[in-house]
T-cell receptor
Framework: DAGVTQSPTHLIKTRGQQVTLRCSPKSGHDTVSWYQQALGQGPQFIFQYYEEEERQRGNFPDRFSGHQFPNYSSELNVNALLLGDSALYLC????????????FGPGTRLLVL | KQEVTQIPAALSVPEGENLVLNCSFTDSAIYNLQWFRQDPGKGLTSLLLIQSSQREQTSGRLNASLDKSSGRSTLYIAASQPGDSATYLCAVESNQFYFGTGTSLTVIP
């Protein structure tokens, strides 16, 4: 059983560009959450998708948007990249809302130059 | 807004020692608390999940406790091994998920 997968593993972009990160949840999971983890910090919650809709959102600007597909996979889009967007982006999946263990993918390391 | 704090930020112990990591949170209205392990540059591995109605969970050499009323959780690691070296993060789930900044653990052979 494949766990949570993310692509790409690493990415280099320049300021002002746009980026799309992808996540496939663990088999049987229907909820996907995205996190941003800056170096030396804990992950910060970006948003969560359930049944193809954004269910919860953290304190991130509208430049951060997402999508969930019918097969429960998800994309994170970031527009107008800033240097401060450089971070490890983590995707986590779980079954149902709340009360469930989250399983994390290996992350996508984004560097904005 | 929920705030999660982990103390200490870093810890170095000799192999075989028992140790305790601490996590505190400001809002006791949580669904659950989860402890994770993160190796450098990697994703997170779930260690233990404690539901809000539970007091503790155990898995092998790990034991986590939860005191919702005081906003505290501890992760106890027995007989530490060099392979336990990693950053340990706690996260609480209320209206969203909130993580602490982690405790970086080094177990010296």
């Amino acid at each position: 059983d494949a766990g949570v997968t993310q692509s790409p593993t690493h990415l280099i972009k320049t300021r002002g560009q746009q980026v799309t990160l992808r996540c496939s949840p663990k088999s049987g999971h229907d909820t996907v959450s995205w996190y941003q983890q800056a170096l030396g910090q804990g992950p910060q919650f970006i948003f969560q998708y359930y049944e193809e809709e954004e269910r919860q959102r953290g304190n991130f600007p509208d430049r951060f948007s997402g999508h969930q597909f019918p097969n429960y996979s998800s994309e994170l889009n970031v527009n107008a990249l800033l240097l401060g967007d450089s971070a490890l982006y983590l995707c986590a999946s779980s079954k149902d809302w709340a009360q469930e263990t989250q399983y994390f993918g290996p992350g996508t390391r984004l560097l904005v130059l | 807004k929920q705030e999660v704090t982990q103390i200490p930020a870093a810890l170095s112990v000799p192999e075989g020692e028992n140790l305790v990591l601490n996590c505190s949170f400001t809002d006791s209205a949580i669904y659950n608390l989860q402890w994770f392990r993160q190796d450098p540059g990697k994703g997170l591995t779930s260690l233990l999940l404690i539901q809000s109605s539970q007091r503790e969970q155990t898995s092998g050499r790990l034991n986590a406790s939860l005191d919702k009323s005081s906003g505290r959780s501890t992760l106890y690691i027995a007989a530490s091994q060099p392979g336990d070296s990693a950053t340990y993060l706690c996260a609480v789930e209320s209206n969203q998920f909130y993580f602490g900044t982690g405790t970086s653990l080094t177990v010296i052979p």
